[in-house]
């Protein structure tokens, strides 16, 4: 009997007690200033719910296609998971697709770095930190900071040459 308790404890802990990260997103703008959120999120989502989650933390609508990549030290991009599987697949490793990729597979430094592109004609770029992992759970994503005014999503247009321009619209 004590050992079935022990194992309940045990399952408890690992189903529902899973602990949480902390992330910073930093919004990259030519403003000069720092518009970043504090994101905790349960190590179980996937990052299909992260995407939604930084989506409305800086007020966008979040219907352009999207990819998570992997970084190191120096914000390079490494391996990409998508919204969606557009069957582009070039590569020898196979395409992560948000939906499908817990946070917890892709987390594996203390500090982990990634970046999210959002809309690839405007390049919304997203730099992504882990700044803590948590004990304490949380149900649903949480924004737990909020520093700075985002950008509006349309306040990057594309001008007639299919460059970027920045201002209001």
């Given at each position: ?22 992330f ?55 391996q ?19 939906r ?21 004609m ?48």
């Amino acid at each position: 009997v004590r050992h079935l308790a022990v194992i309940r404890v045990y399952l408890h802990k690992f189903f529902y007690c899973m602990p949480s990260y902390k992330f910073r997103v930093l919004i990259d703008t030519d403003s000069g200033n720092d518009v970043f959120r504090d994101i905790v999120i349960s190590t179980k989502e996937n990052l299909e719910v992260f995407y939604r989650k930084i989506m409305e933390a800086f007020d966008f609508k979040g219907d352009q296609l999207a990819s998570f990549y992997k970084s190191n030290e120096d914000w390079d991009k490494g391996q990409e998971i998508t919204l969606v599987d557009m069957g582009m697949n070039e590569g020898p490793d196979p395409v992560l697709i948000m939906r499908e990729t817990k946070l917890l597979e892709i987390v594996t430094e203390p500090d982990q770095k990634m970046i999210l592109v959002y809309d690839f004609m405007r390049m919304w770029c997203f730099l992504i930190e882990l700044v803590e992992t948590q004990t304490r759970a949380v149900s649903t994503p949480q924004i737990a900071l909020r520093v700075g005014e985002p950008p509006k999503e349309e306040s990057k247009s594309l001008d007639e040459a299919g460059g970027l321009t920045y201002g209001e619209t």
